[in-house]
């Protein structure tokens, strides 16, 4: 499984962008790259997925460059429920790794009023 | 539709007990895997399963066993505890599919005294 890099932590303020980067250099041909947000003692929630390219839905998009060794998540106008640990996971969930993802440390972002 | 149940939210226990965790799939998502979480060690993978069968297993000691029944619903036991087992116990469900994401529940805290 691709091993991940993120910043261990990140400050904003609300009503701002925010932008997250991942560094995966080893990134398998068949690897998706998801992101997860979690609150304290919550579970990790499904943000957003993507291969290649822009992806968007409702709460962010996800940039993914053509070489795909990195990818950005957006956040636009975070608000301070925001603040959470984001997880960038690069991988797939099927095929023969069913259910078996590898978490990295994860981003934690703050936002501040 | 309702999302992943995890019983019971909390759960204190002494060592050397052994205790029996229990995670309700999404309805018609067939593959359930548990993760552990500390704040050492961030989320780890336990095992997964499906149709009853375990087919991924992380690098757990064999106190740590689980099983999946027909309906999907999914236990798992941790025999003679350790104090270092303490965690945050997450269970996710996803479906049979290549690249399909998991769903978490918010988890089961168990504090082992």
């Known amino acids: 499984l691709a091993k991940t890099t993120q910043p261990i932590s990140m400050d904003s303020y609300e009503g701002q962008e925010v932008n997250i980067t991942c560094s995966h250099n080893?990134?398998?041909?068949?690897?998706?790259i998801t992101w997860y947000q979690q609150f304290p003692s919550q579970g990790p929630r499904f943000i957003i997925q993507g291969y290649k390219t822009k992806v968007t839905n409702e709460v962010a998009s996800l940039f993914i460059p053509a070489d795909r060794k990195s990818s950005t998540l957006s956040l636009p106008r975070v608000s301070l429920s925001d603040t959470a640990v984001y997880y960038c996971?690069?991988?797939?969930?099927?095929?023969?790794?069913?259910?078996?993802?590898?978490f990295g440390q994860g981003t934690i972002l703050t936002v501040h009023p | 539709k309702a999302g992943v149940t995890q019983t019971p939210r909390y759960l204190i226990k002494t060592r050397g007990q052994q205790v029996t965790l229990s995670c309700s799939p999404i309805?018609?998502?067939?593959?359930v895997s548990w993760y552990q979480q500390t704040p050492g060690q961030g989320l780890q993978f336990l095992f997964e399963y499906f149709s009853e069968t375990q087919r991924n297993k992380g690098n757990f000691p064999g106190r740590f066993s689980g099983r999946q029944f027909s309906n999907s619903r999914s236990e798992m036991n941790v025999s003679t505890l350790e104090l270092g087992d303490s965690a945050l116990y997450l269970c996710?469900?996803?479906?049979?599919?290549?690249?399909?994401?998991?769903?978490f529940g918010n988890g089961t805290r168990l504090t082992v005294t």
């Open positions: 309805s018609g998502h067939r593959s």
């Open positions: 080893n990134i398998a041909t068949n690897d998706y």
């Open positions: 996971l690069v991988g797939n969930a099927g095929g023969t790794s069913y259910g078996k993802l590898t």
């Open positions: 996710a469900s996803s479906l049979e599919q290549y690249n399909s994401p998991l769903h």
